[in-house]
Nanobody, 126 residues
């Protein structure tokens, strides 16, 4: 059984930064791709970013309100942890952020992920 625990969320002003962490246990972490997703109130969960187990592949959301250029995903296999550095935060980034793992390549599709954390709240005030 794989467990994922997110941390690092909180309240921040627009333009500020947060770093989310996703700690993974119960698996051979280095062989799992990790994705970050978010769900804002009243909206469907959406893809944010993903990273392959080898760190050679990273994906970021391509939506109009893209996080690319503001968010950076990274991982430390020695610490079984994936990070999401979020800079230049906007009120529309407010959401519950989830990390998820899959035993394959990185994917933008939430249905490809087998295990999920419980989420961490990020609130960006204007």
């Amino acid at each position: 059984q794989v467990q994922l625990v997110e941390s690092g969320g909180g309240l921040v002003q627009a333009g500020g930064s947060l770093r989310l962490s996703c700690a993974v246990s119960g698996s051979t972490f280095s062989r799992y791709a990790i994705g970050w997703f978010r769900q804002a109130p009243g909206k469907e969960r959406e893809f944010v970013s993903a990273i392959s187990w080898s760190v050679t592949t990273t994906y970021y959301a391509n939506s109009a309100d893209s996080v690319k250029g503001r968010f950076t995903i990274s991982r430390d296999n020695a610490k079984n942890t994936v990070y999401l550095q979020m800079n230049s935060l906007k009120p529309e980034d407010t959401a519950v952020y989830y990390c998820a793992s899959r035993g394959g390549s990185a994917s933008r599709n939430e249905h490809d992920y087998s295990y999920w954390g419980q989420g961490t709240q990020v609130t960006v005030s204007s």
